[in-house]
């Protein structure tokens, strides 16, 4: 280790990878740093990258993109084996706001080019998705971002986006989790092509999935944890999942989810868990964020 190289316990290519419909691709398992404290955030990007994550999650508004981009420039890995979202903040759709904001994202992490930018929210109340959208295309195309996608957008603000540009998102990262299964906005993506985000894939600690017998009982059957039932559930479904934890136990163990599978029946009872009338959620609704 003299070289200052660094050991890495796991290949990139152990994650698997989803096609988007740009042709890029994303490691399929993440590391999300939402709520993680920025002064703590490179150490724990360090380490997750040290464990074999390479996708990473941020935000704009999560106030951790210069510690993500400590870890990255710190880490040696090639740029290219590194896949780094980031997202637009709801206050900067309009105008020259969306270009200057994906610059002060690319300066605060060290990138020339983020490998996936969001709109974070569609912000109903303000009626400026449709720009928000039409200004990420053109970041795109300039080359400020590989890929480019919305979060938390229904199918109504899907809808309008791609009438207005014929552009559908490469994907649409939403709460999704077994007690709130996102059905409309599934189809949706599934019909045009976008590949769902889970946000919150195990509820944030807030929704006792864990607790639930269908979870319960496919962790006993497989010898694993309940959260890596849930995430071997999301997984299954196709859904790309960026799980957030400071323990380093569970970082290990939310990526210790490739050597197992659920049965169909296992996927079938936790599937059961939705209300479908949308009590599971866990967070805000996109209806309410502004
Ligand atoms: P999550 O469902 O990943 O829950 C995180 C919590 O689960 C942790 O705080 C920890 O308490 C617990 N946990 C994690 N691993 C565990 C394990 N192995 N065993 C037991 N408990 C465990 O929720 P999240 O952080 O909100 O979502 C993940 C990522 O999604 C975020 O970090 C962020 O990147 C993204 N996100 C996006 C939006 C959006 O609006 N686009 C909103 C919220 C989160």
Same mark, same amino acid.
């Given at each position: 280790?003299?070289? *200052?190289?660094?050991?890495?316990?796991?290949?990139?290519?152990?994650?698997? &990878?989803?096609?988007?419909?740009?042709?890029?691709?994303?490691? %399929?398992?993440?590391?999300?740093?939402?709520?993680?404290?920025?002064?703590? !955030?490179?150490?724990?990007?360090?380490?997750?990258?040290?464990?074999?994550?390479?996708?990473?999650?941020? =935000?704009?508004?999560?106030?951790?993109?210069?510690?993500?981009?400590? =870890?990255?420039?710190?880490?040696?890995?090639?740029?290219?084996?590194?896949?780094?979202?980031?997202?637009?903040?709801?206050?900067?759709?309009? *105008?020259?706001?969306?270009?200057?904001? !994906?610059?002060?994202?690319?300066?605060?992490?060290?990138?020339?080019?983020?490998?996936?930018?969001?709109?974070?929210?569609?912000?109903?109340?303000?009626?400026?998705?449709?720009?928000?959208?039409?200004?990420?295309?053109?970041?795109?195309?300039?080359?400020?971002? &590989?890929?480019?996608?919305?979060?938390?957008?229904?199918?109504?603000?899907?809808?309008?986006?791609?009438?207005? !540009?014929?552009?559908?998102?490469?994907?649409? %990262?939403?709460?999704?989790?077994?007690?709130?299964?996102? &059905?409309?906005?599934?189809?949706?993506?599934?019909?045009?092509?976008?590949?769902?985000?889970?946000?919150?894939?195990?509820?944030?600690?807030?929704?006792?999935?864990?607790?639930?017998?269908?979870? $319960?009982?496919?962790?006993? =059957?497989?010898?694993? +944890?309940? =959260?890596? $039932?849930?995430?071997?559930?999301?997984? %299954?479904?196709?859904?790309?999942?960026?799980?957030?934890?400071?323990?380093?136990?569970?970082? &290990?163990?939310?990526?210790?989810?490739?050597?197992?599978?659920?049965?169909?029946?296992?996927?079938?009872?936790?599937?059961?868990?939705?209300?479908?009338?949308? +009590?599971?959620?866990?967070?805000?609704?996109?209806?309410?964020?502004?």
């Amino acid at each position: 280790m003299g070289s *200052g190289a660094r050991v890495y316990h796991r290949r990139m290519a152990d994650i698997p &990878r989803i096609e988007l419909n740009d042709g890029n691709s994303i490691p %399929q398992l993440g590391y999300g740093v939402f709520q993680v404290p920025p002064e703590e !955030t490179e150490r724990h990007v360090s380490r997750a990258l040290e464990i074999g994550y390479r996708h990473i999650d941020t =935000a704009a508004i999560y106030g951790n993109e210069e510690g993500v981009g400590r =870890a990255i420039a710190s880490s040696g890995i090639p740029r290219d084996e590194l896949f780094i979202t980031t997202k637009l903040w709801n206050d900067r759709h309009e *105008g020259e706001e969306p270009r200057a904001a !994906t610059e002060e994202s690319l300066e605060r992490l060290g990138l020339e080019q983020v490998d996936l930018y969001l709109v974070h929210w569609p912000t109903p109340r303000r009626s400026n998705h449709v720009q928000a959208w039409t200004s990420l295309v053109g970041l795109r195309d300039a080359g400020l971002a &590989r890929s480019i996608g919305v979060s938390n957008f229904e199918p109504e603000h899907l809808d309008d986006i791609l009438a207005a !540009t014929g552009v559908v998102p490469a994907v649409n %990262q939403v709460e999704l989790h077994p007690a709130h299964g996102q &059905r409309a906005v599934k189809e949706w993506c599934a019909r045009h092509g976008a590949r769902v985000e889970a946000w919150g894939p195990l509820g944030q600690g807030k929704y006792d999935l864990f607790g639930e017998p269908a979870v $319960a009982e496919a962790a006993a =059957a497989h010898g694993i +944890t309940p =959260a890596q $039932a849930v995430i071997r559930w999301h997984l %299954q479904h196709g859904h790309i999942v960026f799980p957030k934890s400071v323990r380093e136990e569970r970082l &290990r163990e939310n990526l210790e989810v490739f050597d197992f599978a659920l049965d169909d029946a296992e996927v079938a009872a936790i599937d059961a868990l939705d209300p479908l009338d949308g +009590t599971g959620r866990v967070g805000s609704s996109p209806y309410d964020v502004h």
